[in-house]
């Protein structure tokens, strides 16, 4: 029976009086590609910064792998756990973002091999080495000792993919990782990711690659002002959309 990695139930998150995320609900299965879709402001980049820890939120509970994510309950009282505790967790995912943020000074393969030194305390030879195997995981395995000036920004996003494969997270999160590069540039990332999903990699992915998420995610997700407006199985949502907001946003996005 396929165990459910990430279990989200009535999440909420708001900034100042800006309610973002009103209550999502959401569980992904160990080894399941999940695509959220949705228009700019709906709350999915936030989504994916509260999984990860980059946000805190107010209610509900996100829950990985059957830990509770950044809060514990104390005599009825929820109290948010410390920061060496929340970079433990952290561990639990990886992070892709739109922006590439490698650093420029580092190859490539220092870029890779940093986390696996600073963070899991790898001897710089092991880490190099488990660097090296990452990057050619991605397609990159000659381009090691190139600096970020020197790659494309589909090579420097693909970078960025092995630096988060690197440090073996049991959940990867994509957010709009595609979005900032040139279009002929786009297919190279994408399909280092369908790579990941045939190999079993339980992602989360924020895209507005509607080919990408109908042919490669096992469901597709559309949020729309901070809910969870409809889920279901690929082709349903493509070509059977039940809510007006998700027919008007599959309109826009084929014109």
Known sequence: MT???????????????VQVLKGVDLEVMQGEV??????????KTTLLRCVNLLEDFQEGDIIIDQQPIGYRMHGGHRRAIT????SKQRALTGMVFQAFNLFPHLSALGNVALGLRKVMKLPRKVAEEQAAYWL??????????????????GQQQRVGIARA???KPKLMLFDEVTSALDPELVGEVLQVMTDLAGDGM???????EIAFARDVSN????????IIAEEGPPNQIINSPEHIRLQEFLARSRS
Not at 34 to 40: D, E
Not at 202 to 208: A, Q, S, Y
Not at 219 to 226: P, Q
């Open 202 to 208: 339980t992602m989360l992915v924020v895209t507005h």
């Open 219 to 226: 469901r597709i997700v559309f949020m729309h002002d901070g």
């Open 3 to 17: 165990q459910c990695l990430l279990n989200i139930r009535q999440l909420h998150k708001s900034f100042g009086d």
């Open 136 to 153: 050619d995981r991605v397609g990159l395995g000659n381009r090691k000792d190139y600096y970020p000036s020197q790659l494309s920004g």
């Open 34 to 43: 999940m695509s959220i879709i949705g228009s700019s402001g709906s709350g």
């Open 165 to 167: 494969l690197a440090m």
């Open 83 to 86: 920061e060496k505790e929340k």
